[in-house]
């Protein structure tokens, strides 16, 4: 079963998440939570997701920034950018750095489609 | 025999020209008298050799005094009678003859001084107009308003060579020959008798001697019979330079017999002198007129180049130095310094090169500086645009300025204004442009701020919605409680938001109307905080409330701003950390404070806060939900209530919120509105 990180500086937000996905019963399974960047990069180290959903604008550092950290070590991760904030500087650059999809957090209940649609495994 | 000379310049036609031609003149004259002979070689080489350096000699000495007496009369036509008598003699050589003729036409001219005077002699106050030669002479030189030469004869008969030369009464010869004529005041006439020796070496012998007058190969004047052919082996060249002309003076033995060559030519060459020293002076006219263009020239460059230079750039810092030290290098100036009248009417140094040159006078006693400084001299020139003084100049006239330097420094300074004017005008600019930018960053950190809080909240109403609202969530599951109050704080989250948003409005519009009365704080503070207790979930609120403190406000104005530090303060305070809520009274007003223990304001940002759109500079807070209003409408609502808001640390770390506001004892009542005594209650 396919674990997911789930990283959000909103505790609605990671609640939320945690209970679509866990609601939607699809398969996936959220393995860890992270509220912060730092978090983010530990909580990936621990539980080697096959997913992360990746917020992007946290206290600590963005979520572009703290993906950079982790697809530079594992270029394969399978990272999907959730954000309230989408704009086309912040899509370009998450293109660039090999993020798989960017996902505006109004499509919350299609986490778990996006989810899968993006998981390369 | 006679010679026009034009005083037109002509390439080749030097004073030495002049004065060969003038020269040659007389070489014509003794041409018809002279006897040939055969030359005695082997005495006549000396002989040559000291007629030679006698004519150098006699060329030289009379050429500087000529000089200096010319100028005299020349600059002072109405130099006394005595004092020319005395110049003149020293002039004189024997056998010659010098007279002044004042007034420049025939109707008018007259002798005024003969000299040396003879007291026996023809010429003495005789009417040298009268003379027929002398006549011919004058009209000569009057007609061409230049020095004229004739060979003719005295009253008694006797041969005389004639030099006129024309005196304008002024230092400058004018260059047209109209003006010439109009500004003759009279005439220098020099006349040499044809037995006169000039004092020279040659009484005692019967040699006839070649003399000749080269200037750079070229033969100016020659005497005798072969003086014109090519110059022997045995010649003698003695070079001579007077009135700052060189010629060589050539001479050789031809033979025995007439000295009238010598004479002639001697005479010739005196009157070549009065001529030569006419026109170089006219000569050295020219030079001060070219002089003096060179200076306007300079003084035009230094203008013309300020342009360019001053509109090199728009930065203060960059003009100024350039300004400073080219005008320093052109001027020869010291220790320049730029003041510039500030905004509220004072001089501030601006600019200074090297040490200070002292301080300048109060603008109103500033006059544009006119007439030449002398060398040592500070000079203070006030930079004036639209005849406003805008700065002043000072510096040290090192080699003191000529007045068409001043004024040169005048312009240049009048442009420099200019500059500074352009330059203040782009500076404003480009602050503008900075604060415009800074507000356009405001704006979109705030579309960006809306964005995401909007995006955010709604996203969590709609998610806890429809977790509640489907399948997934049965009835009984004891998450639905949860859900429920974590929907209803993001509902009041976003009310807040769109309060804020509506505030904004107002705030923009910056008119809304406060109803003041009075206001039972101990009790309406509670009442707000329990209300916000939904959105300060999981941070407890400790309240400290003296009771019946009563201030003179407006309801809801209180509440936006308590309203607002909650909210802010639930921000940046921890999940679990408590806010602290006090009320207190003293010096006549009531004090409101919020602390957090969030990360704090440092001390640089905490007049920044309360502006709008203002975001804590610390990344770690800038995450932080907020779009920048709730400070700035705090701010402003307290200012409209007549109160302060200030922002300190809280002890153990975070921020304090002071706010004040007014009692109602000390407040000033509405006039048709009496203190009401039952206000405890509200």
Redesign the interface.
């Known amino acids: 079963m396919p674990g997911v990180l789930v990283v959000d500086?909103?505790?609605?937000?990671r609640?939320?998440v945690e209970?679509?996905i866990k609601?939607a019963n699809e398969g996936l399974k959220v393995v860890g939570l992270a509220t912060n960047g730092a978090e983010a990069i530990a909580g990936w180290r621990d539980t080697s997701p096959d997913m992360i959903l990746l917020d992007q604008?946290?206290?600590?550092m963005t979520g572009l920034e703290a993906a950079e950290h982790i697809l530079a070590e594992q270029p394969d991760q399978t990272i999907i950018l959730f954000s309230?904030?989408l704009d086309a500087q912040i899509r370009s650059r998450a293109t660039e750095l090999g993020i798989k999809a960017c996902v505006?957090?109004?499509d919350?209940?299609k986490i778990p489609e996006a989810l899968w649609r993006f998981d390369t495994d | 025999m006679e010679i026009r000379h034009g005083l037109t310049r002509r390439r080749g036609f030097t004073p030495a020209l002049l004065a060969g031609l003038v020269a040659a003149a007389s070489v014509g004259a003794f041409a018809e008298t002279r006897a040939a002979s055969e030359p005695d070689r082997a005495g006549v080489r000396a002989l040559a050799t000291a007629a030679a350096a006698g004519v150098s000699a006699q060329i030289d000495a009379a050429g500087r005094r000529l000089a200096a007496v010319s100028e005299a009369i020349d600059g002072n036509p109405s130099l006394p009678d005595g004092e020319l008598i005395s110049d003149m003699s020293r002039l004189m050589s024997p056998g010659q003859t010098m007279g002044i003729v004042r007034g420049g036409s025939t109707d008018t001219a007259s002798v005024a001084v003969v000299v040396p005077p003879r007291p026996s002699g023809a010429l003495t106050g005789v009417d040298l107009g009268r003379l027929p030669v002398f006549r011919l002479a004058l009209e000569l030189a009057r007609d061409a308003g230049g020095p004229e030469v004739a060979v003719g004869s005295g009253p008694t008969g006797q041969r005389m060579v004639i030099a006129v030369a024309p005196l304008y009464g002024s230092a400058d010869i004018p260059v047209d020959v109209v003006t010439r004529r109009g500004s003759l005041k009279g005439f220098v006439v020099l006349l040499a008798a044809d037995d006169a020796r000039f004092g020279l070496p040659v009484a005692s012998t019967d040699a006839d001697l070649a003399l000749r007058l080269v200037q750079g190969g070229v033969v100016l004047a020659s005497a005798g019979r072969r003086a014109t052919g090519s110059r022997p082996d045995s010649a003698v060249a003695i070079p001579v330079t007077t009135n700052g002309v060189s010629w060589t003076v050539e001479a050789w033995p031809v033979g025995t017999g007439s000295k009238r060559a010598l004479v002639v030519l001697l005479s010739g060459l005196a009157l070549a002198l009065v001529v030569g020293s006419v026109a170089t002076r006219r000569e050295r006219s020219i030079r001060r007129a070219v002089a003096e263009a060179e200076s306007r020239a300079q003084e035009v460059s230094l203008v013309a180049r300020a342009g360019p230079l001053l509109q090199q750039s728009l930065a203060l810092s960059d003009l100024l130095p350039v300004f400073a030290v080219e005008i320093s290098d052109e001027l020869g100036l010291n220790g320049a310094s730029i003041d510039l009248v500030t905004e509220d009417g004072r001089l501030a140094r601006a600019f200074s090169l090297g040490p200070t040159s002292g301080v300048a006078e109060a603008l109103d006693q500033l006059a544009t500086p006119t007439g030449s400084v002398p060398a040592g001299d500070v000079i203070t020139v006030p930079l004036l645009r639209a005849g406003r003084c805008v700065g002043v100049l000072r510096a040290r006239a090192v080699k003191g300025l000529s007045a068409p330097q001043v004024d040169a420094l005048v312009a240049v300074c009048n442009l420099m204004a200019a500059a500074l004017g352009n330059a203040r005008l782009f500076q404003d600019e480009q602050e503008m442009v900075a604060r415009l930018r800074g507000v356009d960053r405001m704006k979109t950190t705030f579309v960006?701020s809306v964005?995401?809080e909007l995006?955010?909240t709604?996203?969590?109403i709609?998610?806890?919605a429809?977790?509640l609202g489907?399948d997934?969530?049965p009835p009984d599951d004891p998450?639905r409680d949860d859900y429920l109050e974590?929907l209803r704080r993001?509902a009041r989250s976003l009310a807040v938001l769109v309060d804020d948003l509506l505030d904004f409005a107002r705030f923009e519009r910056s008119s809304s109307e406060l109803a003041l009365k009075p206001i039972n704080l101990s009790e309406f503070v509670p009442q707000v905080v329990d209300q916000m207790s939904s959105l300060l979930a999981g941070r407890p609120v400790a309240v400290s409330v003296e009771p019946d403190v009563t201030a003179l406000a407006d309801l809801s104005a209180v509440e936006r701003i308590l309203v607002n530090l909650l909210s802010n303060a639930s921000k940046y305070t921890p999940?679990g950390s408590a806010i602290e809520v006090g009320l207190t009274s003293g010096d006549g007003v009531a004090v409101l404070t919020v602390a957090d223990h969030g990360p704090g304001v440092p001390e640089e940002e905490r007049e920044k806060v309360f502006g709008l759109f203002y975001r804590v500079a610390d990344?770690?807070?800038r995450?932080?939900r907020g779009v920048g209003i709730g400070l700035a409408l705090a701010h402003q609502l307290v200012d409209q209530l007549g109160g302060t808001i200030t922002v300190g640390d809280t002890p153990g770390g975070g921020a304090t919120f002071r706010v004040t506001v007014p009692l109602v004892e000390q407040a000033p009542a509405a006039p048709q509105s009496p203190r009401t005594p039952a206000m405890k209650k509200s």
């Open positions: 500086d909103e505790a609605d937000m609640l939320l209970a679509v609601r604008q946290m206290p600590d309230a904030f505006p957090k109004t919350l209940l | 960006s964005s995401h995006r955010t709604v996203t969590a709609e998610g806890f429809g977790l489907s997934m969530t998450l974590r993001n999940s990344p770690s807070a995450s932080t």
